[in-house]
T-cell receptor
Framework: DTGVSQDPRHKITKRGQNVTFRCDPISEHNRLYWYRQTLGQGPEFLTYFQNEAQLEKSRLLSDRFSAERPKGSFSTLEIQRTEQGDSAMYLC???????????FGPGTRLTVT | DQQVKQNSPSLSVQEGRISILNCDYTNSMFDYFLWYKKYPAEGPTFLISISSIKDKNEDGRFTVFLNKSAKHLSLHIVPSQPGDSAVYFCAASGGAGNMLTFGGGTRLMVKP
């Protein structure tokens, strides 16, 4: 059990650029979640996958955001035309199908200048 | 509309004493509650959880209490250790996807 990994750990980009983050969940976990955390706040749910199917998206996930989990293993989160308000920590978590407990990766810190 | 609230942004306790972290929620549909610990530059680490059908769950130095009628839960750490210094998040789950709704966190500082 190697835990959830995320890449990159840090990303600095200029406003208007596109960025993509990757998450590798714990291998036997069917569910994969994306959250966003801003300074001084708790993580906020963005979207989740059960295997390769994206089953729910938060209203926080504007049309500039897209997430995929093409083979039910790793996932990517893309932000197009980044804005300064997108600066945050993006967290990925995974869980077993029938479990409540989610296990988080270290996060990707995005800074939009 | 914050459905999960942690009203104390910070808490300072002496090593060896009890730390009590509190959490309130408003949504009656939540059926499972979790506590996570977070160190700087790391993701949240799962600590302990409790189902809504229970009122207490204990794991070593950590105990979570749930008062459903008051929509309140608390995390007790006894005895507190300096390594417990971190931000603690309360989270609640409900619905088909088990998405977590987090509180704003409480920074615990345990002084030697």
């Amino acid at each position: 059990d190697t835990g959830v990994s995320q890449d990159p750990r840090h990303k600095i980009t200029k406003r208007g650029q596109n960025v993509t983050f990757r998450c590798d969940p714990i291998s036997e976990h069917n569910r994969l979640y994306w959250y966003r955390q801003t300074l001084g706040q708790g993580p906020e749910f963005l979207t989740y996958f059960q295997n390769e199917a994206q089953l729910e998206k938060s209203r926080l996930l504007s049309d500039r955001f897209s997430a995929e989990r093409p083979k039910g293993s790793f996932s990517t989160l893309e932000i197009q035309r980044t804005e300064q308000g997108d600066s945050a920590m993006y967290l990925c978590a995974s869980s077993r199908l029938v479990a409540y407990e989610q296990y988080f990766g270290p996060g990707t810190r995005l800074t939009v200048t | 509309d914050q459905q999960v609230k942690q009203n104390s942004p910070s808490l300072s306790v002496q090593e060896g004493r009890i730390s009590i972290l509190n959490c309130d929620y408003t949504n009656s549909m939540f059926d499972y509650f979790l506590w996570y610990k977070k160190y700087p530059a790391e993701g949240p680490t799962f600590l302990i959880s409790i189902s809504s059908i229970k009122d207490k769950n204990e794991d070593g130095r950590f105990t979570v209490f749930l008062n459903k009628s008051a929509k309140h839960l608390s995390l007790h750490i006894v005895p507190s250790q300096p390594g417990d210094s971190a931000v603690y998040f309360c989270a609640a789950s409900g619905g088909a996807g088990n998405m977590l709704t987090f509180g704003g966190g409480t920074r615990l500082m345990v002084k030697p």
